[in-house]
């Protein structure tokens, strides 16, 4: 059984573990859109997000929509951009070569919700998803390792991020790589990032902050000297 098949039971358990989560709205069935292209990239990349967007459609996890899904499809650019050329700072493309490139790079991430009861919300307090994060914990933890990434993007949940793993120790213990506005760690041999949510629109400096701002949390690639994949 390949990583898609046990991840499609996982959920599927998870669902049927928490049938409170699909009452009204359905179950947040989130991951990878395309499996093949997401394996195929170097370095596979994670955006770890809050709870479901409005209108959330089961089987489209990777549906390009707005200011989130254009901003995940930058940085998810700009992480493989740094990662081949390291050291270097990236001239991102124009917005109209960017929507072109939005097409193609879309299905080469993945998505992971921390809360998979969908609501319908524009937004959920912290402590609602960090309760999410703490509960289904064992889940969370298990979707990761089948989805295996190299990077994560941490996206305005940081702390959601350590509630799922609060319990490694040793070796599966974090290590700062870059702190300054924005950090990096070290965990599980991936590389973590603490970031901005992609829906955040209200910087100051609008996109180009987000870029810098990422840029800085990679010391412009140069933190990819610290992993052998």
Not at 23 to 45: N, R
Not at 150 to 157: A, D
Not at 190 to 213: E, K
Request: hydrophobic share 30%.
């Amino acid at each position: 059984m390949d990583r898609k098949q046990k991840h499609g039971q996982l959920l599927d358990k998870w669902k049927n573990e928490r049938p409170e989560y699909g009452i009204k709205y359905p179950f947040c069935q989130d991951g990878p859109s395309d499996w093949d292209k997401y394996l195929q990239e170097i370095p596979k990349t994670l955006f770890l997000l809050k709870e479901p967007r409005l209108e959330y459609t089961p089987g489209e996890p990777n549906y390009i929509y707005g200011q989130k899904g254009h901003n995940m499809v930058r940085w998810s650019y700009l992480i493989k951009q740094l990662y081949q050329n390291r050291g270097s700072e990236i001239k991102m493309p124009d917005d109209w070569t960017l929507k072109t490139l939005s097409e193609h790079r879309y299905h080469h991430f993945a998505e992971i919700e921390l809360k998979k009861r969908n609501d319908e919300r524009s937004k959920s307090s912290d402590g609602d998803i960090w309760t999410y994060a703490k509960n289904d914990a064992h889940f969370l933890d298990r979707q990761i390792e089948l989805i295996d990434p190299q990077v994560i993007v941490c996206c305005g949940n940081f702390y959601g991020y350590c509630l799922i793993f609060q319990n490694d120790a040793g070796t599966n213990q974090f290590t700062t790589l870059v702190k300054n506005e924005k950090q990096s760690y070290k965990h599980r041999n991936r590389l973590i990032i603490d970031f901005n949510h992609p829906s955040y629109s209200q910087i100051r400096g609008g996109n180009a902050t987000h870029i810098r701002l990422l840029h800085l949390a990679l010391d412009n690639g140069k933190v990819f000297d610290q992993f052998e994949w």
